[in-house]
């Protein structure tokens, strides 16, 4: 099987050209083409689809081979994909599992997603619960760069709280600029933490918001790059015109013996 890789901001991915429609992976194989010893190693897979009405379908798989939801990084990456693929443009519409999505490819390799409205905030203690796509869990903290992520978000990730599906964890912390952030975040379906996540990105720069009360465009600090949100809101729960910016960047191609 042919294969790419691509990354944005460190979250890595596999994607293959499926637009003849023929590929059919078990969720065995996608496991196995993720795992970083066995396989390519990604945090995710997705299939390049054929699809009536948008320039492509992204199809996303998690690295534990199960059907994953709206992937933020792996939206800016499959964009680039498609630029790469001869699907030369400057805006693109494609079909993601949350539904259409409309995206940006500047000159200067940047892209934008636009992603879906954010209609209600919900309050855990002291911590956020939103769906951006994917549903995150924010928590503001101090001490970011020494705190476990791994169990804490583990810990999180598994509460009854959000079951059946669980969640994605995402802990923020401040920094002396008031427009910047820093994140990090347990991912499930990867259940460990990932250098980037664009959907939590995202979900932090609204909790920002919503605990602030001010309208701001919020750069954000992983361990694998910086990412921009803008949005915009009257009442500081519900959120619209919400956009993730970054890069994207192929890495490299090859082929794979599925057998």
């Known amino acids: 099987m042919q294969f790419h890789k691509y990354q944005g901001t460190g979250n890595d991915f596999v994607l293959i050209d499926n637009r003849s429609g023929e590929l059919q992976l078990t969720a065995e194989q996608i496991e196995r083409i993720c795992h970083r010893r066995f ?96 549903p995150h869990v924010v928590r503001f903290v101090a001490g970011l760069q020494e705190l476990d992520v791994y169990n804490t978000g583990k810990s999180i990730r598994y509460h009854e709280q959000y079951a059946p599906g669980g969640t994605n964890v995402n802990f923020l912390e401040r920094t002396p600029d008031p427009n910047r952030i820093y994140v990090r975040t347990y991912e499930r379906g990867v259940e460990d933490e990932t250098y980037s996540c664009g959907t939590g990105v995202t979900a932090c720069a609204l909790a920002l918001a919503h605990s602030d009360r001010i309208v701001r465009e919020t750069i954000v600090g992983t361990k694998g790059g910086q990412l921009m949100v803008q949005y915009k809101t009257a009442d500081f729960t519900s959120f619209q015109e919400i956009c993730l910016t970054g890069p994207a960047t192929k890495v490299f191609h090859g082929e794979i013996d599925l057998s």
């Open 39 to 134: 396989g390519i190693g990604a945090d995710g897979l997705m299939l390049f689809n054929e699809h009536a009405g948008y320039d492509f379908e992204m199809k996303y798989f998690n690295a534990d081979g199960r059907p994953g939801s709206l992937c933020g990084n792996g939206s800016r990456c499959i964009i680039r994909f498609a630029y790469d693929l001869g699907i030369q443009k400057n805006m693109y519409c494609f079909l993601a599992s949350d539904g259409p999505h409309q995206a940006e490819l500047f000159p200067n390799g940047q892209i934008r997603i636009h992603m879906n409205d954010v209609e209600v905030i919900q309050t855990f203690g002291d911590d956020l619960f939103m769906n951006t796509g994917s």
